[in-house]
């Protein structure tokens, strides 16, 4: 293969796997609190489960985790599993219902391209839940690069936007 290789545009990242220490306890996190529908389960050491009855987004084991511990924060892995959101209000929506399980966000972020909410699971992996704002509206570089930043997003304003689809 050479240099010039440059993977297909229609490309997607199918699933992620993770390994967890409870599957039942990362299964109430992941289908009862984020709202993932679980599809099948692989004995019990597996589960797989999905947004929209695809085959599977995520895929939860125990198989070489199981009663486990997270992996030291200052070690290679997974950083987090970003989880896209059709729009602002959607996002607006798990905010609403993380608040109201008094679940701990570890940040939110507007990085002009998306709007970002990060926490992390019973396992403390870590996950991303964002929109992508419209393209028209992402910031760009005087050379026409994309301007991605972090600045603190107003959480108040993004749940106002489930006062608009009221």
Request: with cysteine; hydrophobic share 35%.
């Amino acid at each position: 293969m050479g240099k010039d290789y440059t993977i297909p545009a229609q490309t997607r990242i199918g699933h992620v796997h993770l390994k967890v220490a409870d599957l039942d306890r990362a299964m109430k996190f992941y289908c009862d609190l984020l709202g993932f529908e679980l599809i099948t389960t692989y004995g019990e050491d597996a589960a797989f489960i999905s947004a929209g009855g695809y085959h599977h987004h995520i895929g939860l084991n125990t198989w070489y985790s199981k009663d486990g511990t997270p992996p030291p924060a200052r070690s290679t892995g997974l950083f987090h599993t970003a989880i896209l959101y059709p729009t602002r209000c959607d996002l607006a929506a798990i905010l609403k219902r993380l608040l109201e399980a008094e679940y701990r966000l570890s940040g939110a972020s507007d990085h002009g391209v998306s709007e970002a909410l990060y926490l992390s699971d019973p396992d403390q992996n870590g996950v991303e839940l964002y929109w992508d704002k419209p393209r028209d509206v992402w910031p760009k570089k005087a050379d026409g690069s994309i301007d991605m930043y972090t600045r603190p997003l107003d959480l108040q304003d993004l749940l106002g936007e489930l006062k608009k689809e009221a």
